[in-house]
């Protein structure tokens, strides 16, 4: 979904530009360390938000870009979510 975003908001056109891939490692390092693992909700419903405001912003940001955008690109991704596998 960071590269739906980054290429889609004209930061690069391969890969991701560096403030995309600070993001990510950041968002990686922090679903790391979630205490709830794997079982972990969605953010929205999350009762510990892992990220700090500044950083939740961006990645809603994100996730409202390429979410509506991401079934063009991986849609068997996208239905092994829907249907949870």
Not at 18 to 36: G, H, V
């Amino acid at each position: 979904m960071m590269t739906v975003y980054c290429r889609g908001n004209g930061h690069v056109s391969d890969g991701l530009c560096s403030e995309c891939s600070a993001l990510l490692e950041y968002s990686r390092r922090r679903l790391d360390s979630c205490r709830f693992g794997d079982g972990k909700p969605t953010c929205r419903k999350c009762p510990v938000h892992c990220y700090m405001p500044r950083y939740r912003e961006e990645i809603r940001n994100v996730m409202r870009y390429a979410g509506s955008r991401i079934i063009f690109v991986h849609p068997i991704a996208v239905l092994r979510h829907l249907l949870g596998v």
